[in-house]
């Protein structure tokens, strides 16, 4: 079956980490760019964290808000992209979804939750 799922998401303080992963089953995902997106009820979904395929350089780009806290990477042996999340905070708070545009798959999310 073709799919992505995501994991890692759960309920943590401000200041701590998770690390979410974004796995492929079905295809390879090291063909593929894929995006970490998160979205909040009643707010637009924002695009968190993008990487590129490794024989390009797995070029990345990030949100201005998660800038210098946010690490996305990809195990290709694995077909899983990761993104660390630092020094969470409460505006982080979101259901994160990964996607692999170029087969038009998407996750089925994971929450996150930073609350003291």
């Known amino acids: 079956q073709v799919q992505l799922m995501e994991s890692g998401g759960g309920l943590v303080q401000p200041g701590e980490s998770l690390r979410l992963a974004c796995a492929a089953s079905g295809f390879p995902l090291r063909m593929y760019p894929v995006t970490w997106y998160r979205q909040t009820p009643g707010k637009a979904r924002e695009l968190v964290a993008s990487?590129?395929?490794?024989?390009?350089?797995?070029?990345?780009n990030y949100a201005e808000s998660v800038k210098g806290r946010f690490i996305i990477s990809r195990d290709d042996d694995e077909n899983i992209v990761y993104l660390q999340m630092n020094n969470l905070t409460p505006a982080d708070t979101a259901v994160y979804y990964c996607a692999a545009p170029g087969r038009k798959l998407w996750g089925q999310g994971t929450q996150v939750t930073v609350s003291s």
């Open positions: 990487i590129g395929i490794s024989i390009r350089g797995s070029s990345s």
